[in-house]
């Protein structure tokens, strides 16, 4: 499959736009902001972050996007493992902000991907927060040319965290969405997946999908939830009139629905990146964006570049990846 360069524009949008949704919506989360009050890479938010700085669900996106982009394939479990390493890595590093059932998982700082699944599967109580969705878009591009990996990757490494079903389903549905975006530059791929997934995920999600693209942020108040941030982001996306512009205006819808709003919007800003392109984020927000593990808004185009090319040039000869 030839990376052309639209292709490459929406490569390099997948990170770049997450990030940009996060950085944005960083200042806002667990407020809902005011119908007045403007939208902006303002930095505090739980984490006193820096204006532009990105938060854990970039950081997060960001360890998985570096273990892909050394080559290894990342749906093994040579693969998974190094991706288990560079969580612990991240979280050594002292994160301002770490979701729950992630800190639950990581504070034991598991030696493989195995022990990880084994610390998230006990992990007590409620597993299906939305923190293996907001890392999910880097799996999309180490994919592109196997939609089926693709979908098995998406599974195994949000079970690294979070054993929950919704949330598996959740990671599936928008790393199809995303990979497909890239490929064909609509967002089609999230009902895509419903149509060929089993008969039990597609009656639960597709009247939810509905919901998202007819109700208000108050029909999915969770978005704590995977299913809820989901909807969040889908809604935002939906309810935002289609051209390039729909990045921005969509980005800031995702904020101003409130609560985990550097979440919801960088889930969203994955799948509008993958759709309009890394030439769709504005300027200035790409110079501003900064964070773990010491990388620019520029860095995040180049790392996805790395993952898409490796994954575009690799074929399949006598059934075996060369």
Not at 117 to 133: I, Q, T, Y
Not at 139 to 157: N, T, Y
Not at 173 to 189: E, K, N, Q, S
Not at 195 to 203: C, K, L
């Amino acid at each position: 499959m030839e990376l052309n360069e639209t292709r490459a524009d929406r490569v390099g949008g997948v990170l770049l736009a997450t990030a940009a949704g996060d950085a944005l919506g960083a200042g806002y989360e667990f407020t809902t902001p005011r119908p007045d009050t403007v939208i902006d890479m303002i930095g505090g938010g739980i984490g006193a972050f820096a204006p532009g700085e990105w938060t854990d669900d970039t950081s997060m996106a960001l360890a998985i996007a570096e273990a892909a982009a050394t080559g290894v394939d990342i749906a093994t479990d040579a693969g998974l493992d190094a991706i288990a390493a560079q969580f612990v890595r991240w979280y050594d590093s002292d994160p301002a902000d770490i979701g729950n059932q992630t800190r639950a998982v990581l504070s034991t700082r598991p030696v493989d991907a195995a022990a990880m699944r084994e610390r998230a599967w006990a992990v007590p109580g409620r597993k299906g927060g939305n923190g293996s969705l907001m890392r999910t878009a880097p799996v999309a591009l180490a994919f592109l040319d196997d939609e089926a990996r693709c979908v098995r990757a998406a599974r195994a490494i949000g079970l690294l965290t979070h054993h929950d079903e919704r949330a598996v389903e959740a990671c599936e549905m928008w790393t199809c969405a995303i990979r497909h975006a890239v490929l064909h530059g609509t967002f089609d791929g999230v009902r895509g997946y419903l149509a060929v997934a089993e008969p039990g995920t597609r009656a639960y999600w597709s009247p939810l999908l509905d919901t998202a693209e007819t109700g208000t942020p108050a029909d999915f108040p969770n978005n704590g939830w995977v299913v809820d941030a989901l909807l969040t982001a889908w809604w935002a996306i939906t309810g935002t009139p289609e051209g390039p512009g729909q990045l921005p205006a969509a980005l800031e819808r995702a904020v101003r629905a409130g609560h985990d709003t550097d979440t919801t919007a960088a889930i969203a800003g994955g799948l509008l990146g993958a759709r309009w392109g890394a030439s769709a984020v504005p300027e200035r927000w790409r110079a501003m964006l900064h964070g773990w593990p010491g990388y620019r808004g520029d860095d995040l185009v180049r790392i996805g570049l790395e993952i898409a090319s490796r994954a575009t040039a690799t074929t399949t000869v006598n059934g075996e990846q060369k």
